[in-house]
């Protein structure tokens, strides 16, 4: 792969090739992901960066006309979004589809997870709580957690994506019932994002936050001390493990349809799946990767280990429309 990238750079240096990516992620990480991409090809990369919602947007306003190469997302919700807005394009790897399994990447091949993130329930280990009792995400509806638990708006991809994950798994009469369950035994009303829930758990004003493990990475090594102090009260269950196992959502990359430098396109992101690439976002951003061959960082290792659902996300995918109906109808917002 290296002898690639340097040949490749050779080539860019006579021609000046460029590379435009549109990333809805915000993160340090991926600064220095694209650095170390120019230093090693020689392909200039111009970065834009905004909201995924917004991003894709701007891709349907732009059009054909669009300078973007690459499209860059949390969640599998917001990736299914773009797919379905007819803005992305297929594209043909070996080395993706070797390398991400199945049901980590698009059927007809228009995203690929980059990183995965593992949605868990989190409480205060200082808190003397009660976990006995709460082993799968079907226990969040039940009335005995009345009160008890935090997590983000209905409206929130993560949101959507985790009861997309349940009707997928279970049907629609049990993800109406999950989803209803859970709006009765809501702490406060949803605020903020995954930090936040966290900090309400600190604080006593609920014993279980439903988040994402790598934002308890991001806590734990904050610069902000009360941050760490947040980060390293918390306590993680894994969902599901005596059954399909704890739901995983991703950061995916995908081709547009306006790309005018596919070349270039399809090197970043194979270059994304390289074992240094993949460590560099498990050792800075405390995301799990996508390759099994790759270290993880000390702080996911204190994590400890888990069974992942591996229903492929493409289907659960499918079932993002039907979330967000389910939580109209009962009323969560």
């Known amino acids: 792969m ?5 040949l490749m750079s050779l080539c860019i240096f006579v021609f000046g090739a460029e590379l435009n990516i549109y990333s809805a992620r915000h993160y340090d990480a991926d600064f220095e992901i694209i650095k170390k991409f120019e230093e090693q090809t020689g392909i200039k990369v111009n970065h834009t960066q905004a909201k995924a919602s917004e991003l894709i947007k701007r891709l349907q306003l732009e059009g054909d006309k669009s300078p973007a190469d690459i499209f860059i997302t949390a969640d599998i919700s917001n990736l299914n979004e773009a797919k379905n807005a007819k803005i992305l394009a297929p ?11 199945a049901h980590l990447r698009d059927k007809d091949n228009q995203w690929f997870a980059i990183t995965k993130r593992a949605r868990i ?4 280990k ?8 709460l082993k799968n995400y079907e226990d969040l509806a039940k009335p005995e957690f009345k009160g008890k638990i935090v997590m983000r708006s209905a409206t929130a991809p993560y949101s959507k994506t985790l009861l997309a994950s349940i009707f997928a798994n279970d049907g629609e009469s049990k993800a109406r019932e999950w989803a209803k369950g ?4 809501l702490a406060t ?5 995954d930090r936040d829930q966290a900090r309400q758990v600190f604080a006593g004003e609920a014993d279980f936050a439903v988040m994402n493990t790598y934002y308890i990475g991001l806590l734990k090594n904050s610069k902000n001390p009360k941050d760490v102090e947040v980060g390293n009260a918390l306590g993680i269950i894994f969902p599901n493990q005596e059954g399909r196992g704890t739901h995983i959502n991703i950061s995916g990359i995908a081709l547009t349809n306006s790309s005018k430098n596919k070349e270039e396109a399809k090197k970043f992101m194979e270059f994304m799946l390289t074992p240094e690439i993949q460590k560099t976002l498990s050792d800075i951003n405390y995301e799990y990767p996508v390759r099994d061959d790759v270290e993880l960082s000390a702080t996911i290792k204190e994590f400890g280990a888990f069974k992942e659902d591996k229903i492929p996300l493409s289907e659960v995918a499918d079932n993002v429309k039907e979330a967000v109906k389910i939580y109209n109808e009962v009323g969560f917002r």
């Open 189 to 193: 009303a949803p605020k903020g994002g």
């Open 2 to 6: 290296k002898k690639l990238f340097f």
């Open 91 to 101: 594209l043909k790897s070996e080395f993706l589809e070797k390398t991400i399994p």
């Open 182 to 185: 859970v709006l009765a035994n």
């Open 121 to 124: 329930i989190a409480y205060n």
């Open 126 to 133: 200082n808190a003397n709580t009660d976990i006995s009792k």
